[in-house]
């Protein structure tokens, strides 16, 4: 299965497929290799004849097929693209069509948040005249690397730590982190190395108040610093919700665990069993030595306990910042 970057390399040597059919749950990739044909294959004045966008919901399989048949005007191809594809009607019956697929034609399915059934017919006259694509959701701990890699193909850097804090504040989304950047980058030259500060300035993330903070604090056993970041926290729930915080801080913990049970203990070892930027080993090595595996096994403990408070079970009338309060002060004493 070809890779995203192959893809788009075919496309600007106007290597074209029959059938490119984009599919998984990651909608970043698959936007971006439709919109790719769809601004890229035509001129603008073959568009207006020759370029068919419809949508899954709307569409049949015989309304595709009928619309993939159809010859292109005064231009070499013709592009039919159907978003949503996922919701065609009938969509095995495309099967007819893509075993014997025009030329001339460039069909595109849009096929979001799922995948294919490998052993249906349409997935196998697809892959061998056609080009299957799966777009696969990142692991969070993957996000800082791509991050690095988008924008570095933009002409910037991004220090780890801003990196981990957007990755800690945008998820694994990677249409809504590549929004992001790419609203961040617009007032920054090329060849900016971004920080925190350019985060917090242009995105409106907090560089001194967020979960990846509190970590460092609990890190340092640093109380006044961890109880300054929960007041604030307390202060402004909708943005720092206590389960986002209890789930943070529990991946850590987890993280920590595995360390003190982890035989090699060099930085390469540890960064690779734990899957972090080896920037970030040092902080691992420090918290192993904060907390002792009992602990640390203690502190999970506690935060699946302030989860389940957080949610409302075992818990009556106890206030988010409180249930915060009361589990920070177990984690530190």
Request: aromatic share 12%.
């Amino acid at each position: 299965m070809m890779t995203f970057d192959q893809i788009i390399n075919d496309l600007k040597k106007k290597d074209y497929k029959a059938i490119y059919f984009l599919m998984g749950e990651e909608s970043f990739y698959i936007d971006q290799i439709t919109n790719y044909i769809a601004n890229n294959v035509l001129s603008e004045s073959e568009k207006a004849f020759n370029q068919i966008i419809v949508y899954g919901k709307d569409a049949d399989a015989l309304k595709i097929d009928n619309l993939a048949k159809r010859y292109p005007m005064m231009t070499k191809y013709q592009v039919v693209i159907v978003k949503e594809a996922q919701h065609i009607k009938n969509i095995d019956q495309l099967s007819f069509y893509a075993s014997k697929p025009l030329n001339s034609t460039i069909l595109v399915l849009n096929y979001k948040y799922k995948t294919l059934d490998k052993r249906k017919k349409l997935y196998k006259e697809i892959e061998k005249n056609g080009l299957i694509f799966e777009s696969k959701k990142l692991y969070e701990n993957q996000v800082p690397a791509w991050i690095n890699s988008y924008l570095s193909k933009k002409k910037y850097n991004i220090d780890p730590i801003a990196s981990a804090l957007l990755t800690e504040f945008l998820g694994t989304n990677l249409s809504k982190i590549a929004n992001e950047l790419d609203k961040l980058i617009i007032s920054l030259p090329e060849n900016t190395v971004i920080k925190t500060s350019h985060i917090e300035e242009n995105i409106g993330i907090s560089k001194d108040y967020n979960n990846f903070e509190l970590q460092n604090a609990l890190i340092a056993k640093d109380i006044l610093k961890a109880n300054r970041i929960i007041d604030h926290f307390g202060k402004n729930q909708k943005e720092n919700p206590i389960v986002l915080t209890i789930n943070s801080l529990f991946f850590f913990f987890k993280k920590v665990l595995i360390y003190h049970f982890t035989k090699d203990k060099s930085s390469r070892s540890i960064a690779s069993v734990l899957q972090i930027n080896p920037f970030f080993v040092k902080d691992y090595q420090m918290a192993a030595k904060k907390y002792n595996t009992k602990k640390v096994v203690d502190i999970i403990s506690y935060l699946r306990e302030y989860d389940l408070k957080s949610k409302g079970l075992g818990n009556i009338s106890a206030a988010p910042e409180d249930l915060l309060r009361e589990l920070i002060f177990k984690i530190l004493h």
